[in-house]
T-cell receptor
Framework: GESVGLHLPTLSVQEGDNSIINCAYSNSASDYFIWYKQESGKGPQFIIDIRSNMDKRQGQRVTVLLNKTVKHLSLQIAATQPGDSAVYFCAENGGSYIPTFGRGTSLIVHP | DSGVTQTPKHLITATGQRVTLRCSPRSGDLSVYWYQQSLDQGLQFLIHYYNGEERAKGNILERFSAQQFPDLHSELNLSSLELGDSALYFC??????????????FGPGTRLTVL
């Protein structure tokens, strides 16, 4: 069936480096994508979203890139900080109210 | 703080028992979603309610049920509990405008341990 998956389960970076977290999706009908951050012991928290009519969207220190041709989504975090350490999920909506979540990537930031 | 509250935070019970998890959405949000998150799985969608009505069901077991009350809070009932039901259960809410193009606001979760 349709699914959303992440390429890398764990990403380790040094503080101050840029981080890139990748996500592949298979539902070509998906038109809305969201990145969530989940810190240990907490619920997922919205970071940034993008609709399929865009290929790039920027927030504060974060950028989401969408490549519909290869059905790939990425989250870029600039100047990664220890507080960015968390699990990051991508989620996609194919027009329903129910997003499909990827498995998650654990980002570890070393001071 | 997302504005979504869940109680209890932790719950320890035995196999075969029944528990009720409670969720209060953000003020003004009409949608409530329930998810299960276990160690080896991502977020698994269970069920969605909108303004008191069930809108969608995911991989929810027949032993599980939910409802949304007139004040919009929701309860997830888990019965005949098994060891494999041990997981984090999250509730999320989303605002009525925007349809499917809405972020969801997640509560802090309830950690259920079945012994």
């Amino acid at each position: 069936g349709e699914s959303v998956g992440l390429h890398l389960p764990t990403l380790s970076v040094q503080e101050g480096d840029n981080s890139i977290i990748n996500c592949a999706y298979s539902n070509s009908a998906s038109d809305y994508f969201i990145w969530y951050k989940q810190e240990s012991g907490k619920g997922p928290q919205f970071i940034i979203d993008i609709r399929s009519n865009m290929d790039k969207r920027q927030g504060q220190r974060v950028t989401v890139l969408l490549n519909k041709t290869v059905k790939h989504l990425s989250l870029q975090i600039a100047a990664t900080q220890p507080g960015d350490s968390a699990v990051y999920f991508c989620a996609e909506n194919g027009g329903s109210y129910i997003p499909t979540f990827g498995r998650g990537t654990s980002l570890i930031v070393h001071p | 703080d997302s504005g979504v509250t869940q109680t209890p935070k932790h719950l320890i019970t035995a196999t075969g028992q029944r528990v009720t998890l409670r969720c209060s959405p953000r003020s003004g949000d009409l949608s409530v979603y329930w998810y299960q998150q276990s160690l080896d799985q991502g977020l698994q969608f269970l069920i969605h309610y909108y303004n008191g009505e069930e809108r969608a069901k995911g991989n929810i077991l027949e032993r599980f049920s939910a409802q949304q009350f007139p004040d919009l809070h929701s309860e997830l009932n888990l019965s005949s509990l098994e060891l494999g039901d041990s997981a984090l259960y999250f509730c999320a809410s989303s605002p009525p405008s925007g349809g499917a193009y809405n972020e969801q606001f997640f509560g802090p979760g309830t950690r259920l341990t079945v012994l």
